[in-house]
């Protein structure tokens, strides 16, 4: 730093000190630019400065809005650079300046617009302002003002007053879900003991959250905080409840979104802004909950600062009224030292694969060799092993496309079907009960509904919007099964939820969310598009017939009223004389519905890579991001115009570097399992294992209701069961919950394999063994058959070498089946790789 510069800012320092931040920037004096010396080193020049919130309003005069100036460097690294940049006001008169800075926030001075010049390391950002009603005082709202301290307080969560029967004889409603409910038991229920009218500071609600009178809960807030003076005005001004008409809040975000901070204990200002129900936004940042899910990494202060710690990732969240907002924060290492490698990218999969991975300062492991992509493609896209032909056929070809068209080919074959229809009945619960709710028949016409579907192509979209829409009989549309399988409207709506928009809405069913958006009345809303369904006996007993009943109310559990059904998140539709399970059909699967083609994509990407983007994939909450949130965007929106085709967003995952990675690691990314760095060793779940035991032993299986020979994906009906299916975790189909399905290993598989007749007794059956004999092969050319049966790979030549030590040559047979019994014990052979 030059000299001159080096007394600009001494004197700037100086007039802060002695004239507050405020008079600095009126009069100009901290308009020096400060030059990238600040952040020393190659990628570290700002490649970005933003503001947030970009535009301000103030609507009053005690209304303030604090702003948060982030500069982005070149390596993504992302500074808190709010007490270092300049802030003007555009030149232009009186009413180019309509608020002040002050302790941090702009303020009203008077009424009218301008524009806050901010500057930054050379880059200038322009942020509008707008002032109304500067010089009017506003009063205090229970529901906008005084609810928010509760929260902020923790005192209407469930460990506290909040809890069902409250506590110490004071109850809240948990989370506010029951304003109204609230302000009776604050002012009316034991009034005189808990508001003092009269001497506000002295009512016990005071004096308990301050800690001045014995609290259980401790102090709350402080005697001369925010909080406490917000409770003393409203009691000073007789505590009253809000207007009908009163604007309530809409919308909120937490900003900026994303952090990338650098080093142990570097800091973040956060500041969030509510949109009201009346067009105005207020900086609620002082009224809100912050929480973090990993403070470890990124631990969020209780004024909206987050403290960067260890290595890793957090989402930060602000809570207010009925919502909660979150922004994610990666913390890495100072001074670590990094170089991307610029490999090449196959697509937009990559491009934000890569992106998030730059960003985290991990490098990515290479691709998987052929042999391993050939198993693993097989596997996973039509539920088998390739056969030895195969596999020599793609390792012999030496065009660069052949993984391509190898995909391409697989997407194709009617297995594809067979492993996808398998996993849609595992969602929609297709079990048969006897004849109370769904018969074989019934499953068995559902589930081939399904197939037939899936094999002529049908987008999902269009799928979806039948079974939710279906009327008629059980067998003459085997799609109104769907309404069969559950007949409890409340359990139906929040299976509808979590099944097609991968939402978990049974926390709003008690009380608003607390970790989400949703309030009772989204939950109930929601509810009530199947409250009118009907159902009714048919001529076969065995068959039910399902209808649009025309009649019948959900109502709310507070006050009994009736509620109009209500998209979650959007608006309440107009449904006189419609059906209406054919207007929610028609939104739910559509653009308009974010959360449709999300939970696809997503269910769909887990599938592939062994964890999904949201996981578990049917959680979709504030407090449970996305670890890649511009990647499930990317995978939705090409989902969406492709015309929800499945078969091209699988081509679309498979053909990525991300699913063709290596599932060896590197020394950065070997404690990574969510961002696509390296491949994740699975365990190959229930039906494909068994599948994969019968294609490679030569044996055939026997289920209940289909053709000797018949895949374990082809059961139609949950209720068939097998003890291996059940060791090996098959889903029971009992919920729409994927953790239905048990990947996890256990002692019982392995004792299963190792004893068994899964592999003991069909290895003999099978006779692979003892025909590859009797047609005169060596034992070396046995032992690689069964290599490249079971691992879609020839041995190694210490394999084979170990191997053929230990075959005797005049009686080879046994000695070669407990080879394929090593194999299909092998962890390589249970597990894709």
């Not at 990094?338 to 491009?351: C, F, K, S």
Request: charged share 25%; glycine share 8%.
């Amino acid at each position: 730093m030059n000299p001159s510069a080096a007394r600009w800012v001494a004197l700037a320092k100086g007039l802060a000190l002695g004239l507050g931040l405020g008079a600095v920037v009126a009069l100009g004096l901290a308009g020096y630019r400060f030059r990238d010396e600040w952040f020393p080193g190659p990628g570290r020049r700002v490649a970005k400065l933003e503001v947030f919130p970009a535009r301000v309003g103030l609507w009053h005069a005690a209304d303030r809005q604090a702003l948060v100036v982030q500069a982005t460097l070149e390596n993504g690294v992302t500074r808190d650079v709010t007490g270092r940049a300049s802030f003007r006001w555009e030149s232009g008169g009186a009413a180019s300046t309509p608020a002040r800075w002050d302790a941090g926030s702009l303020v009203p001075a008077a009424d009218g617009h301008g524009e806050l010049r901010v500057r930054y390391a050379g880059r200038e950002v322009r942020v509008p302002v707008t002032v109304t009603n500067a010089t009017t005082a506003r009063g205090v709202s229970f529901r906008n003002d005084v609810m928010p301290v509760f929260m902020r307080a923790g005192c209407n969560g469930g460990a506290c007053h909040g809890a069902a029967r409250g506590r110490d004889g004071f109850r809240l409603s948990l989370f506010g879900y029951d304003p109204a409910g609230d302000h009776e038991r604050i002012t009316r229920e034991m009034a005189t003991r808990r508001v003092n009218l009269a001497l506000p500071r002295e009512s016990l609600l005071v004096l308990k959250g301050a800690g001045k009178v014995p609290h259980a809960g401790g102090e709350r807030f402080g005697e001369h905080s925010e909080e406490c003076e917000t409770l003393v005005r409203w009691l000073a001004a007789n505590a009253p409840d809000d207007p009908k008409d009163l604007p309530s809040p809409v919308s909120m975000e937490i900003l900026p979104r994303q952090l990338v901070l650098e080093g142990e204990g570097t800091t973040h200002r956060m500041t969030v802004v509510a949109t009201y129900s009346d067009g105005t936004t207020r900086d609620v940042t002082r009224l809100c909950l912050f929480l973090s899910n990993n403070d470890v990494s990124a631990r969020m202060g209780p004024d909206g600062v987050v403290t960067a710690g260890r290595r890793g990732e957090a989402f930060v969240m602000a809570r207010f009224a009925t919502f909660t907002v979150g922004a994610q924060a990666i913390v890495i290492p100072k001074g670590l030292r990094y170089e991307w490698p610029q490999e090449p990218e196959a697509g937009e999969i990559d491009r934000w694969v890569h992106d998030k991975l730059r960003k985290l300062r991990i490098l990515p492991s290479g691709l998987c060799t052929d042999e391993e992509f050939v198993r693993r493609v097989h596997l996973d896209v039509v539920g088998l092993l390739p056969t030895r032909a195969d596999t020599e056929r793609f390792l012999a070809d030496a065009a660069p496309d052949k993984r391509a068209r190898l995909v391409a080919e697989l997407v194709g074959r009617k297995e594809f079907v067979e492993l996808w229809t398998m996993q849609l009945a595992e969602l929609l619960r297709i079990r048969s009960d006897g004849n109370q709710q769904m018969s074989q028949k019934a499953a068995l016409l559902y589930f081939n509904w399904l197939s037939q579907r899936l094999e002529a192509g049908d987008p999902i979209d269009r799928i979806v919007r039948d079974l939710l829409s279906a009327t008629g009989g059980t067998f003459a549309n085997p799609a109104s099964n769907f309404y069969q399988v559950e007949q409890d409207t409340l359990k139906l709506s929040e299976n509808v939820a979590q099944a097609f928009m991968g939402m978990r809405l049974q926390c709003a069913q008690c009380h608003n969310h607390p970790f989400d958006r949703w309030t009772m009345d989204d939950y109930y809303g929601f509810a009530a598009f199947f409250g009118q369904v009907g159902r009714k006996a048919a001529q076969d007993p065995r068959e039910r017939i399902v209808f649009n009943a025309g009649s019948g109310d959900v109502k709310h559990p507070v006050g009994g009223r009736a509620m109009a059904p209500k998209f979650l998140g959007d608006a309440v539709p107009d449904v006189t004389g419609k059906d209406r399970r054919a207007v929610v059909a028609e939104w739910l699967a559509s653009p308009g519905n974010p959360w449709f083609a999300r939970n696809v994509v997503n269910r769909v990407w887990a599938h592939f890579m062994g964890a999904g983007i949201v996981e578990p994939v049917d959680d979709v909450r504030v407090s449970n991001p996305a670890s890649n949130p511009e990647l499930l965007d990317a995978l939705a929106r090409r989902f969406t115009e492709s015309g929800y085709n499945l078969r091209a967003l699988v081509a679309d995952i498979c053909n990525s570097r991300a699913y063709q990675r290596s599932t060896r690691s590197n020394e950065s990314n070997e404690g990574d399992s969510r961002n696509a760095s390296h491949a994740l060793v699975r365990r190959i779940r229930a039906e494909v294992l068994l599948d994969a035991i019968s294609q490679v032993t030569g044996t055939r299986n026997k289920f209940p209701g289909l053709p000797l020979g018949a895949r374990a994906v082809q059961i139609a009906d949950g209720n068939v069961e097998t003890y291996f299916l059940t060791t090996f975790g098959r889903a029971k189909r009992e919920s729409v919950c994927s953790c239905e399905v048990k990947m996890e290993p256990n002692l019982s598989q392995a004792l299963h394999l190792l004893m068994g007749d899964a592999t003991n007794q069909r290895i003999p059956d099978g006779g692979v063994v003892a025909t590859a004999l009797k047609a005169g092969r060596r034992p070396s050319e046995v032992i690689e058959d069964l290599y490249l049966r079971c691992l879609s790979r020839k041995p190694t030549a210490r394999e084979l070498e170990d191997l053929l030590a230990r075959v005797p040559q005049d009686k080879p047979r046994e000695a070669l089946e407990d080879v394929f019994w090593s194999l299909l014990n092998s962890k390589e052979f249970v597990f894709n790789h």
